[in-house]
């Protein structure tokens, strides 16, 4: 009796042992599994499996079926979850208000100038005021620039007029809007798709593959390719948990995340380009490609964006965008 006591408590600790063996890291994200951020997610959990050979497990949550935009950043940092790569106008509202810039319309012309800002020592600055909020920045990870959508067409600013427009929370997007005469109206990502449907908003803005994976085609009639502005997240870890994996662990981690990267921002463009030839076979939305002109009288109406933001992002931050997009 006293042996089989002894075995059981033996066979006990081997257990508890052989599961401690395994760190499991919890990925949660808002989106579908087919968009960039998707897509380099699981390149990412498949990755750490195999770089640290078993090691690691990354299960990854998807569709905001863990939890939706704002709760995400809380449950990161009371340890519910690991990983995060939550939207950049995610971290205006927890207080870093510089990473409201990239909400500024028009202020990327091309991925190339982006890539200056987020790949380079502003991008670095940026995910280093995350520390003191207990996050690691590990990552910026593409999306790519968005147009917008409503049930009626949008060439012209006064097209815009009286409109109610779902945005991400940022005040950033919420004067964007009102630059045009329409109302914003912040609402969670996986809500955006009833609410267009039973008409609490008119319109929304978002990249094309978020457009078509979240079936926004199927209840606006108007896709207008404004590309006005960018949507790309940062990966970001709970700093304790990472802090406390061992050496070898983490590095291959960093590595994993440094492949899933490139991975990540490689397809980006691409999927995108997937979604709008989704978009156009369905049929159900008319995509409307504005002229140079009109694309340029947008930009020209929301221009005082970047007047009245500049104090709330910060002058200096805002400067060194501007200037290192010209690098
Ligand atoms: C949104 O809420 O529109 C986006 O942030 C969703 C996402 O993560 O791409």
Known sequence: MKVSKLLLGLLVSCAALGASAQTIIKFSHVVALDTPKGKAAEFFAKKAAELTKGKVKVEVYANSSLYKDKEEIEALQIGAVQMLAPSLSKFGPLGVREFE?????????????????????????????????????????????????????????????????RIQSSK???????????????????????????????????????????KTHEVQKYLSLTNHGYIGYAVIVNKKFWDGLPADIRGQLEQAMNEATVYGNNIAQEENDQALVGVRKSGKTLVYEPSKEERLALKTAMAPVHVKMADRVGKDMLQSIYKGVLE
């Open 101 to 165: 810039a990239f909400d500024l319309p028009f202020i990327f012309d091309s991925t190339a100038e982006l890539h200056k800002i987020t790949q380079g020592p502003v991008g670095a600055g940026l995910l280093a005021k995350l520390e003191p909020k207990g996050i690691r920045g590990l990552a910026f990870w593409d999306n790519g620039f968005k147009s917008f959508t409503a049930n009626s067409p949008l060439k012209t600013p006064a097209d815009f007029k009286g409109k109610k427009f």
């Open 172 to 214: 950033v997007l919420e004067e964007q809007i009102r630059s045009v005469g329409g109302i914003p109206q912040v609402m969670a990502f996986s809500e955006v798709y009833q609410a267009l449907q039973t008409g609490v908003v008119d319109g929304t803005e978002n990249t094309i593959s978020n457009i078509y994976t979240q």
